[in-house]
Nanobody, 124 residues
Framework: QVQPVESGGGSVQAGGSLRLSCTIPHNLPSNRCMAWFRQAPGKEREGVAS??????TYADSVKHRFTISRDNTQRTLSLQMNGLKPEDSAKYFCAAKRDSTWPCRFEAFEYDYWGQGTQVSVSE
């Protein structure tokens, strides 16, 4: 299995929490960058959080609210989202880089493997 598979999206009220999960491709070494991106209707895809071995990076809009984590044993990438806001509503995508270049930037073109996405909707 090469393509990541996301799960955990849903609908919540503002201030609520959701946890997204993504399966890491079975052939991907544990030091490759992985990231969460999101895309709202009519907007460009934007990076939310990324991680390689450690030292996660976050977009300013989600800092101190979202936490990215990686379990190489279980081969899962997670995104814990707290304090959700209506502007967080989007389709969230898990992505992985094939090569070992760092840092893990929020440039979508640098990522080779993409999941189908999972929808997150936050109401007032």
């Amino acid at each position: 299995q090469v393509q990541p598979v996301e799960s955990g999206g849903g609908s919540v009220q503002a201030g609520g929490s959701l946890r997204l999960s993504c399966t890491i491709p079975h052939n991907l070494p544990s030091n490759r960058c992985m990231a969460w991106f999101r895309q709202a209707p009519g907007k460009e895809r934007e990076g939310v959080a990324s991680i390689a071995i450690s030292s996660p990076t976050y977009a300013d809009s989600v800092k101190h609210r979202f936490t990215i984590s990686r379990d190489n044993t279980q081969r899962t990438l997670s995104l814990q989202m707290n304090g959700l806001k209506p502007e967080d509503s989007a389709k969230y995508f898990c992505a992985a880089k094939r090569d070992s270049t760092w840092p893990c930037r929020f440039e979508a073109f640098e990522y080779d493997y993409w999941g189908q996405g999972t929808q997150v909707s936050v109401s007032e």
